[in-house]
């Protein structure tokens, strides 16, 4: 009996999938300040739409005493950044993908030789693995919004693996002042096109790739957060501004090791939901509209995915293999 459960036990451990439901770590109110902010933007570049937000950085404690990193822990300072398709910050403003010079466009080696090349809209921010690599993040942590393209060469299958944080101006309660809140929670949204070196769609975000949250806030009540197995539930959880949520609680997971490399089992995850563009809110985001004939093409429409909650899970991963 004592060697069958040992043998259970390896297994499950192998695998990086939990055998029971994982509880997660509480946190209440503001966390402490560690970085006033990750990145500026050029103010002589007159950005126009929603102002650029500070991305700052804090820490904060949660009941079971261990340290969090909020809204999440990046490698924005160390990483590459992915190269632009459209980022007023670096003046970078094309007006359709015809006027973006491709061939321009750096190619970053994943341990392969085919040629892909990937046109990525996140929000607000990502880390990009492939085959376990970390190819490039993003180049603007909160806003303005920008959009990303990232040639590659790797070798088939190709896993992809992707960081998004919904980042946050008041740290560790997972909002912002916004729609005459000062308390608003914010929404994320990752839209993702890959092709090969011909033009043909080998993936597209779309409700067959795994997600997993790792960050839930703000939380009024942590009753309404429903845990089973490894479906992390913040659905009946309020999710509208608040005049005053410095009481508030999140809830953090930590990130397991090695998610990110091509043999770790993810199939235990949730599917990742998708959204519609205008659920997400698209209208007006020229990194976006800009390029629909890319990331809404007739026939490889790429959708914004996320886990089941766009506004309340902060902090998600996310996965796909293709052949």
């Not at 079971?64 to 459209?86: M, N, R």
């Not at 010079?101 to 040629?115: H, K, M, T, Y």
């Not at 944080?165 to 005459?180: A, C, Y």
């Not at 929404?187 to 033009?199: E, I, P, Q």
């Amino acid at each position: 009996m004592k060697t069958y459960f040992a043998i259970i036990t390896a297994c499950l451990i192998a695998t990086s999938i939990p055998a029971f439901a994982e509880p997660p770590s509480f946190t209440t109110g503001r966390a402490t300040m560690t970085n006033p902010g990750l990145f500026t933007c050029d103010p002589s570049l007159g950005q126009k739409g929603p102002k650029a937000r500070v991305s700052a950085v804090g820490k904060i404690t949660s009941d079971d005493g261990k340290e969090w990193i909020v809204p999440a822990k990046t490698q924005f300072s160390t990483a590459p950044k992915a190269p632009d398709l459209h980022n007023i910050c670096n003046g970078v403003t094309p007006r359709s993908i015809a006027e973006v010079d491709i061939s321009a466009i750096p190619v970053l080696q994943a341990n392969g030789e085919e040629e892909f090349i990937a046109y990525i809209f996140g929000d607000n921010y990502f880390e990009l693995y492939v085959n376990g690599k970390l190819l490039a993040v993003d180049a603007v942590p909160f806003t303005p919004f920008n959009s990303s393209i990232v040639r590659f060469k790797a070798k088939r299958p190709v896993t992809l693996a992707v960081k998004m944080v919904d980042w946050e101006e008041n740290l560790g309660l997972g909002s912002e002042k916004n729609s005459g809140s000062n308390f608003h929670p914010g929404d994320g949204g990752l839209v993702m096109h890959v092709k090969d070196a011909d033009g043909k769609t080998v993936a597209l975000t779309d409700g067959s790739w795994r997600a997993q949250v790792y960050y839930i806030s703000p939380l009024n009540n942590r009753t309404c957060l429903k845990i089973s197995g490894t479906l992390r539930d913040s659905s009946d959880c309020k999710m509208v501004g608040a005049a005053n949520g410095t009481r508030f609680s999140a809830a953090h997971w930590p990130i397991p090791n090695g998610w990110e490399q091509a043999n770790f089992d993810a199939t235990a995850w949730p599917l990742a939901t998708t959204f519609s563009n205008e659920t997400v809110g698209v209208r007006g985001k020229n990194s976006y509209t800009n390029f629909t004939e890319v990331f809404d093409a007739p026939g490889a429409d790429a959708q914004f995915i996320w886990s089941s909650n766009l506004i309340l899970d902060n902090v998600v991963l996310l996965r796909k293999t293709f052949e």
